[in-house]
């Protein structure tokens, strides 16, 4: 039952709905860095949240939930495919064992002066020449003040960006990751009810029982029993369920390509300080290491293909 995300739509409205729970997938990033406390609630609700937000859409490529922070916390980052293949990492400024405690408010973590917003990016698959992908971004705080929890931060983000009335409900602890998504389509959606069918208050009944949700049963239930705690005088159609999974989309031929960036005078300035380049992977953790012979070859190979890939393009 875990690391799945069932879709279902309402049969007399157009509304349509989402509940993910992600086990291994969240364990694999826990396993792989030591996030304090507070900082693992935030980066787990996100990631279920992107989950729920990428499944939503009919796209192929990634979607990319960035937060960049003005607190202790700099950047939180969460990649999910179009096959629900998730990772995600978190940067702090300063030291984080002083700055961050286990009793910190996400206000305290991202927004701590009110500067702190959130990116959400699509990045399609096969992009056009010159195309560039979908950007939205608002801050982290709304009419009233700071957005107090991550659930706010995407409803936000959808009503102002995308137009669309939107509710979540999210929560993450150690073990787990969980969130849900109720949606209002425009219009009919798409849907035609029989005559004398439609429910016009559909939205306001699932969005209020949606709302009797407490962060412990999304926490300990499994997403069946509590789909049918609420739901179940509800006429729904249940969707297949998808699976997620871990992974990370980092590469030697990424990090070689992300050093060729740097230039050559930076990376040898490295290798004469430390006698190698040595990356790690912000995502998974994984140590790339770069010898004087590796970084001779990558700026030779450099230059060779950077000189015949023009006529090699020609061809085509
Ligand atoms: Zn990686």
């Known amino acids: 039952m875990s690391d799945q995300l069932q879709k279902f739509m309402f049969g007399a409205a157009p509304v349509r709905g989402e509940i993910v729970s992600l086990r291994n997938t969240w364990q ?4 792989r860095r030591d996030y304090p406390t ?14 729920l937000l990428s499944a939503n859409l009919k796209f192929d490529g990634t979607l990319i939930m960035q937060i960049y922070g003005d607190g202790p916390v700099k950047m939180l980052v969460v990649q999910c495919h179009s096959d629900l293949s998730l990772r995600a990492t978190a940067k702090f400024s300063g030291e984080v064992a002083s700055t961050i405690t286990d009793d910190m408010s996400m206000v305290e973590l991202i927004n701590a002066s009110g500067h702190g917003r959130c990116v959400i990016t699509l ?5 056009k020449p010159g195309q560039q992908p979908y950007q939205g971004i608002v801050p982290l ?3 009233d003040g700071p957005l107090t929890t991550m659930s706010q931060v995407i ?7 995308e137009q669309l009335d939107t509710r979540m409900w999210l929560a993450a602890n150690s073990e787990r990751a969980v969130g849900m998504l109720l949606q209002k389509l425009p219009g009919d959606g798409g849907i035609v009810p029989h005559p004398g069918e439609l429910d016009a208050d559909t939205w306001e009944r699932v969005c209020t029982l949606g709302s009797t949700l407490s962060q412990k049963e999304l926490l300990t239930e499994e997403p069946a029993t509590l789909f049918r ?3 179940w005088q509800e006429n729904v159609h249940h969707f297949e369920p998808a699976n997620t999974r871990f992974e990370c989309t980092c590469s030697r031929e990424k990090v070689g390509g992300m050093l060729k960036m740097l230039g050559r005078e930076e ?4 290798i004469e300080e430390r006698g190698h380049v040595e990356i790690h992977c912000d995502f998974c953790n994984q140590r790339y290491e770069f010898d004087p012979v590796d970084v001779a070859q990558l700026f030779v190979a450099g230059a060779l293909s950077g000189g015949v890939a023009p006529a090699a393009e020609q061809r085509h």
Do not use: N, T, W
Request: with cysteine; charged share 25%; net charge negative.
């Open 155 to 161: 409803e936000h983000y959808m009503h102002h960006s």
């Open 28 to 31: 694999q990033v826990l396993a």
């Open 141 to 143: 705080s709304g009419e």
């Open 38 to 51: 507070p900082v693992r609630v935030v980066l787990g609700e996100m990631m279920a949240a992107c989950a």
């Open 229 to 231: 705690r609420l739901f």
């Open 267 to 270: 990376v040898d300035s490295v």
């Open 123 to 127: 990045d399609p698959r096969d992009k």
